[in-house]
């Protein structure tokens, strides 16, 4: 199979569906239902190569090969547009190997792919969210040995991240962190929740959708499954807060409970839009 | 005097063992190496009782195995064989509520407990000074949040009492609460012990452990430094556990004092005894050695 073909579209038909060998979907299989069962656990996977360089998305895409189906249609966002170069391109590559539909309507997808961003639309117990996952180990931060982070899920030993968050008040009077805001997942491990903003960090607690996390690159896998407590670490005396858009909204749709963008126009006015643009545009029509 | 820790047969050895190792080393022997098979026995069948309010000194010359001793009852390393057992704590039978077998006053052996468990007992029973402040501190962390970290690890949450609980430790053990938020890598060798000693302190443990916590001070700040030690342990009734080679620090401190050579305790005592009226042949070379 050569490069240009698929670039092209020459060719119909990959030999397995969706992609993979059967033998690959069975991995990622293993490591999903591992990662339902404990959530916020990461499983190592053996990540594979896909026609896309590691760190665009291999991880999500892997995660989403493994479990589409003829009848899916899904949904690809990228920083929460449909329309960006990186999503179009991962829709175009499920539409061409596994035949799947595609939408840029949320309530209409079967699977969701994303990256940095979570649907605004409410999801549903028959929706599953993929999201791409850059740095899956929420301790790095803190602790640069693999071994030691392992060690620290392990047995809980989760005093280093909290005294992060702790300095974080003490030197600047609020915690800093804008997105990958830990979050500690069933009472147990803390996860994280990939780069979103934490806008979105709300929704993953007792949600109806099942979360599916995928790291190409680290090879991790990791889930929350539905109806599971995604608690972002917080203090008595200084409680997890989301971004503050008040007096703000959508220039476009006039949306004034969505995460925006904000956009710097070239006479150096400021306006805000919608991150979410599927969203956006449902408001429009 | 009611005890408080009982240990019993601690070992620590590194590398394989051999039928050769009982004989080959050890004081008598003269090294704690085999020399059969190369393996190093750091501290072989250490056992004592640790009693409520008493101070326990560990005296020895470097290598002797006093270090590896209180690593392994702080849980830093484990230890090849032993018990380990700690009288009811309010505050470890509440944190460990499954420690205590069945009404009884002994623990479990805390040396075979998980890890996760190790931890929830380390954060309730004890605190330790280290010699070098790098080993027990976080340098780039402010002197308040390395005594915070103790307490986020025992389930603290709230920044304003964390805050307040260090500001009366680091005032209690002389550092200008002005100066909380900086890291302890812009104070000197004496404030630096005094931070650790704070944060040792911030669980409220019943047992602390110095780790040669005067060597490499100079004479003046090492005085304070076991002033402060000294007044502590009267005021919140502390039990010690003492380690040190200087045996001046062993007699201000301690009531009973164990002496370790190659590994294994030559003898142990009333310290004045042992100062006074050496029996084993090293202690004596000990005590002589003492600077006048």
């Given at each position: 199979?050569?490069?240009?073909?698929?670039?092209?579209?020459?060719?119909?038909?990959?030999?397995?569906?969706?992609?993979?060998?059967?033998?690959?979907?069975?991995?990622?299989?293993?490591?999903?239902?591992?990662?339902?069962?404990?959530?916020?656990?990461?499983?190592?996977?053996?990540?594979?190569?896909?026609?896309?360089?590691?760190?665009?998305?291999?991880?999500?895409?892997?995660?989403?090969?493994?479990?589409?189906?003829?009848?899916?249609?899904?949904?690809?966002?990228?920083?929460?547009?449909?329309?960006?170069?990186?999503?179009?391109?991962?829709?175009?590559?499920?539409?061409?190997?596994?035949?799947?539909?595609?939408?840029?309507?949320?309530?209409?997808?079967?699977?969701?792919?994303?990256?940095?961003r979570i649907p605004e639309e409410r999801m549903r117990a028959d929706q599953v969210l993929v999201l791409q996952v850059p740095c899956p180990e929420a301790l790095r931060e803190v602790e640069p040995s693999e071994a030691q982070t392992r060690r620290m899920h392990g047995e809980a030993d989760y005093a280093r991240m909290w005294l992060h968050l702790y300095e974080d008040v003490v030197t600047f009077g609020e915690i800093r962190i804008s997105y990958r805001y830990p979050c500690t997942v069933n009472g147990r491990f803390i996860m994280d929740p990939s780069p979103i903003p934490r806008w979105d960090v709300p929704k993953l607690h007792m949600a109806d959708t099942l979360f599916l996390f995928g790291a190409g690159r680290e090879r991790r896998i990791y889930a929350v499954p539905p109806h599971t407590r995604v608690e972002p670490l917080e203090f008595d005396d200084h409680r997890f807060a989301?971004?503050?858009?008040?007096?703000?909204?959508?220039?476009?749709?006039?949306?004034?409970?969505?995460?925006?963008?904000?956009?710097?126009?070239?006479?150096?006015?400021?306006?805000?839009?919608?991150?979410?643009?599927?969203?956006?545009?449902?408001?429009?029509? | 005097?009611?005890?408080?820790?009982?240990?019993?047969?601690?070992?620590?050895?590194?590398?394989?063992?051999?039928?050769?190792?009982?004989?080959?080393?050890?004081?008598?022997?003269?090294?704690?190496?085999?020399?059969?098979?190369?393996?190093?026995?750091?501290?072989?069948?250490?056992?004592?009782?640790?009693?409520?309010?008493?101070?326990?000194?560990?005296?020895?010359?470097?290598?002797?195995?006093?270090?590896?001793?209180?690593?392994?009852?702080?849980?830093?390393?484990?230890?090849?064989?032993?018990?380990?057992?700690?009288?009811?704590?309010?505050?470890?039978?509440?944190?460990?509520?499954?420690?205590?077998?069945?009404?009884?006053?002994?623990?479990?052996?805390?040396?075979?407990?998980?890890?996760?468990?190790?931890?929830?007992?380390?954060?309730?029973?004890?605190?330790?000074?280290?010699?070098?402040?790098?080993?027990?501190?976080?340098?780039?962390?402010?002197?308040?949040?390395?005594?915070?970290?103790?307490?986020?690890?025992?389930?603290?949450?709230?920044?304003?009492?964390?805050?307040?609980?260090?500001?009366?430790?680091?005032?209690?053990?002389?550092?200008?609460?002005?100066?909380?938020?900086?890291?302890?890598?812009?104070?000197?060798?004496?404030?630096?012990?005094?931070?650790?000693?704070?944060?040792?302190?911030?669980?409220?443990?019943?047992?602390?452990?110095?780790?040669?916590?005067?060597?490499?001070?100079?004479?003046?700040?090492?005085?304070?430094?076991?002033?402060?030690?000294?007044?502590?342990?009267?005021?919140?009734?502390?039990?010690?556990?003492?380690?040190?080679?200087?045996?001046?620090?062993?007699?201000?401190?301690?009531?009973?004092?164990?002496?370790?050579?190659?590994?294994?305790?030559?003898?142990?005592?009333?310290?004045?005894?042992?100062?006074?009226?050496?029996?084993?042949?090293?202690?004596?070379?000990?005590?002589?050695?003492?600077?006048?």
């Open positions: 199979m050569r490069a240009r073909d698929w670039a092209t579209g020459d060719v119909p038909h990959s030999k397995t569906f969706a992609f993979l060998d059967e033998g690959a979907k069975k991995d990622v299989r293993r490591a999903l239902l591992k990662a339902v069962a404990i959530p916020g656990y990461q499983v190592p996977y053996g990540s594979r190569e896909m026609p896309l360089a590691r760190g665009w998305g291999t991880g999500g895409i892997q995660v989403t090969l493994s479990m589409l189906l003829p009848e899916d249609v899904v949904k690809v966002i990228d920083q929460g547009c449909d329309g960006s170069v990186n999503a179009v391109n991962i829709k175009k590559f499920y539409g061409r190997v596994g035949g799947v539909g595609i939408t840029t309507d949320t309530a209409l997808a079967t699977v969701v792919q994303t990256r940095h989301v971004e503050d858009f008040a007096g703000k909204a959508c220039a476009r749709c006039g949306a004034r409970d969505t995460f925006l963008d904000e956009v710097l126009r070239p006479d150096g006015t400021h306006q805000f839009f919608c991150s979410d643009t599927g969203h956006c545009d449902k408001r429009m029509r | 005097m009611e005890p408080l820790l009982r240990a019993h047969g601690l070992t620590k050895r590194f590398g394989p063992g051999c039928p050769a190792c009982l004989e080959s080393t050890g004081a008598e022997a003269g090294s704690n190496r085999c020399p059969h098979c190369g393996t190093v026995w750091a501290c072989r069948d250490v056992s004592f009782v640790l009693h409520r309010e008493e101070a326990l000194g560990i005296v020895g010359e470097s290598g002797s195995g006093k270090s590896t001793l209180v690593r392994m009852l702080h849980f830093d390393w484990d230890s090849t064989s032993g018990f380990l057992e700690a009288a009811r704590i309010p505050a470890l039978a509440e944190a460990l509520p499954d420690l205590y077998p069945d009404g009884s006053p002994w623990s479990r052996n805390l040396l075979a407990l998980d890890r996760f468990r190790q931890r929830k007992a380390r954060d309730a029973g004890m605190g330790i000074v280290y010699q070098h402040p790098q080993l027990g501190l976080r340098m780039g962390v402010s002197s308040g949040g390395n005594i915070a970290e103790r307490l986020l690890s025992a389930g603290w949450r709230s920044i304003g009492a964390m805050r307040a609980r260090s500001a009366s430790l680091l005032e209690r053990t002389e550092i200008p609460v002005s100066r909380m938020d900086e890291p302890p890598r812009n104070f000197s060798g004496g404030m630096q012990q005094r931070v650790q000693i704070a944060k040792a302190l911030s669980g409220d443990p019943p047992l602390l452990l110095l780790d040669e916590v005067t060597t490499g001070l100079d004479l003046s700040v090492q005085a304070r430094v076991l002033d402060l030690v000294r007044a502590l342990r009267e005021e919140l009734k502390l039990s010690m556990l003492v380690v040190s080679h200087d045996l001046g620090v062993i007699n201000l401190l301690c009531q009973r004092t164990m002496v370790m050579k190659n590994g294994q305790v030559v003898e142990a005592g009333l310290t004045d005894q042992i100062l006074q009226d050496p029996q084993h042949g090293y202690t004596q070379l000990l005590v002589a050695s003492q600077l006048q």
